[in-house]
């Protein structure tokens, strides 16, 4: 969390993340889908909304690659 946003939850970058753990738009369809409710940047700056959301996606990854973390590997190899 410290590395993605300095723990400031109403961060937004210029690559469309949001919040403590930056979540990206490109995910809010799928999040919306599994929450049954149209997802937005503004509230993914919720912490508690945040967390769940980023959640969510590791189970996604983890039950699809069966690594919860393969996102961020492909780019950030001195982390799991």
Known sequence: ???ESRCTPNIR???S???LLQINDINHT???DQWGTHVSWGMLTNPTLNVLAAA???D???NAT???YQPWKLTDRTNP
Do not use: A, K, V
Request: overall charge neutral; hydrophobic content about 30%.
């Open 1 to 3: 969390m410290f590395r």
């Open 13 to 15: 970058s210029t690559t």
């Open 17 to 19: 993340d949001t919040g």
């Open 30 to 32: 799928y999040l919306g």
């Open 56 to 58: 969510q996606l590791f």
């Open 60 to 62: 996604y990854w983890h």
């Open 66 to 68: 069966g690594n919860g």
